[in-house]
């Protein structure tokens, strides 16, 4: 588990924000679900998964209740639905914490954040299409160019109990071949097999059947339809037969978001399907389903490794220089902020050398100095501080406003871009 602190802490905001404008206006609205559920919503959607059978933080709370820190953010979605029983489309985005207990390395924590949408009760092809496009734009939005788009198709259930049949067959009959992780595996789930990327498994796998040739005329049909909708928006694609991602809910659409720059071990940057069901198995009615989730912290990596959507400085539009005690420091930088005016100070009436120095640092574009001899005169020095002219005195009354004009005429920007646009629209 890792703390992010500033101003990496920023991006993080920022890329959620930057999510948020990308679903919203497509008729997504926000979901917030709590970080534990009952032990049961997450065993019931995939008893066959590591993911719910060894990584899973749960524990026997005051109650005597089995809970869950959730693993993932779709059951606890697709129980608030059951729940709540909304109008259908519902469309909703989330962000938010998951907790796996996994081997962590680069790219892989206990803690990790995803962003995501779902859409509960709409059975059509182009809604797959819409849903992928979301996600594929907001990698755009980042910047990021080397994303690959893998998708396939698991079938129905039948479908895909038959294609589970048939793996379980021809392993079987490899499995001496197989490597000793995959043999285990197999006893549990043998779709999970094709998810091994050890080199010992390699050859096997890519003998092995594949689900294309066991998909039902609706599936194939639902599949042939998702793909063309993509052509037609003209987003690249690659068929993946191998791709059957870590969770077991998933039936017909499933893809995945692989960034290129990152080793392949945990190069998968999102990734999401169709659970039509799920609703369901949590107690609630028939109910199609599609989403995805796409992991913060490694698409973060994938924009640094590309050196896209970098972390902005911190940097404050005034810094108040006070060597007269630090009331006037406090005052001024009150009616600053509240005039939506980023402003900073120094404390524990540092020298007027020391208090410059952190005005430089602060990435200010004014400093307001307040001397014994402006504090006499009740006025102050507004002196530019990168390249913008010369310094010069003003009445302390008119202070305020002359600041809150010439940080609009520099277009300097506050600590959050938002926080910019929040202050011009309003
Ligand atoms: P999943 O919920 O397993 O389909 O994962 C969706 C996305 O979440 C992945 O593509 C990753 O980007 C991210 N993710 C999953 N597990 C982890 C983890 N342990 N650490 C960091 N990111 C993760």
Redesign the pocket.
């Known amino acids: 588990m890792r703390d992010i602190l500033p101003p990496e802490s920023a991006r993080w905001r920022r890329f959620v924000a930057e999510f948020a404008d990308v679903v919203g206006p497509a008729g997504y609205g926000q979901v917030i679900t709590p970080l534990l559920e009952d032990l049961g919503v997450f065993t019931r959607i995939g008893d066959a998964t590591d993911?719910v059978t060894k990584e899973m933080y749960d524990f026997i709370d005051k109650g005597e209740r089995h809970i869950a820190l959730r693993?993932?953010l779709?059951a606890g979605v697709c129980r608030a639905f059951a729940q709540h029983r909304p109008a259908t489309p519902w469309k909703v985005w989330y962000a938010g914490s998951?907790f796996?207990y996994?081997k962590?390395q680069r790219?892989?924590?206990?803690q990790?954040?995803?962003v995501g949408i779902e859409v509960l009760g709409v059975d059509d092809p182009y809604l797959d299409v819409e849903v992928i496009s979301l996600g594929w734009e907001f990698y755009r939005r980042l910047g990021l160019q080397q994303v690959t788009l893998l998708i396939n198709s698991l079938g129905e259930p039948e479908d895909r109990a038959r294609y589970v049949a048939a793996l379980d067959t021809y392993f079987g009959a490899h499995i001496d071949a197989l490597s000793e992780q995959s043999v285990e595996t197999l006893a549990r789930n043998p779709l999970r097999v094709l998810d091994s990327k050890r080199a010992q498994d390699a050859e096997v796998i890519a003998g092995a059947p594949q689900i294309a040739d066991y998909l039902s005329t609706a599936a194939a049909e639902h599949f042939a339809a998702v793909l063309a909708g993509l052509e037609r928006v003209g987003i690249a694609f690659t068929v993946d037969p191998l791709l059957v991602?870590?969770?077991d809910y998933y039936r017909r659409t499933t893809f995945?978001?692989r960034g290129d720059t990152l080793d392949s071990a945990?190069n998968?940057?999102?990734?999401?399907g169709r659970y039509d069901g799920l609703v369901e198995d949590l107690g609630g009615p028939a109910t199609a389903g599609i989403g995805?989730?796409?992991?913060?912290?490694?698409?973060l990596l994938a924009c640094e490794d590309e050196g896209v959507f970098v972390a902005p400085p911190p940097v404050v539009q005034v810094f108040v220089v006070d060597t007269v005690g630090g009331l006037e420091a406090l005052a001024l930088t009150t009616e600053l902020r509240s005039a939506g005016v980023s402003a900073d100070r120094a404390y524990e009436g540092r020298s007027m050398k020391s208090q410059m120095k952190s005005a430089d640092r602060s990435g200010a574009s004014f400093a307001v100095i307040i001397g014994s001899d402006e504090l006499a005169a009740d006025q102050v020095v507004i002196r530019p501080m990168r390249g913008g002219g010369d310094q010069f005195s003003l009445p302390r009354a008119q202070t305020l406003g002359r600041l809150v004009q010439l940080c609009d005429e520099s277009g300097s920007h506050t600590v959050s871009p938002n926080a910019t646009k929040d202050r011009s629209s309003s």
Do not use: H, S
């Not at 790219?107 to 206990?110: A, F, H, K, T």
């Open positions: 993911v693993p993932e779709t998951n796996r996994e962590p790219g892989r924590y206990r990790f954040d995803q991602r870590g969770l995945e978001f945990q998968a940057l999102g990734g999401g995805f989730a796409i992991g913060v912290d490694r698409t």
